[in-house]
């Protein structure tokens, strides 16, 4: 058996295709780093935004808490300074019913003025 001291070049081993090889893995390694890269600023951004909403949401919050004490308390003063069916008639007035209802709401109105003008009787 004689046994060849340099295989024969063909086109598997020659030169250029190991030259062409080393070039398209660079490129690939290069185009793996790029996208990486790219996907990092793409998690990035997308944390930024996520922590802009949470702070967003969080003066929202906070905002309508406020409004909720407000009126809270504008409540509590309003039952304070009224005693029995005032502070009913006050708290359901003209202004805070809808209106543009479909319901018809003229008997539980009158039945407000009536109890607003007649004192509660004491037993």
């Not at 949470?54 to 406020?66: E, H, L, T």
């Not at 708290?91 to 479909?102: D, K």
């Amino acid at each position: 058996p004689v046994l060849a001291a340099e295989p024969a070049l063909n086109a598997y081993n020659s030169p250029f295709l190991q030259a062409f090889r080393a070039q398209q893995a660079k490129q690939l390694a290069e185009k793996e780093d790029a996208e990486r890269l790219e996907i990092e600023r793409i998690k990035e951004e997308a944390q930024a935004e996520l922590e802009l909403m949470d702070s967003q949401r969080a003066k929202q919050i906070a905002a309508a808490k406020a409004a909720n004490r407000e009126r809270q308390s504008a409540e509590v003063e309003l039952f304070a300074n009224a005693s029995g069916w005032e502070a009913v008639v006050n708290l359901v007035s003209e202004e805070n019913l809808v209106p543009e209802s479909l319901t018809d709401l003229s008997k539980m109105k009158s039945l407000l003025r009536v109890l607003k003008n007649t004192p509660p009787v004491k037993a």
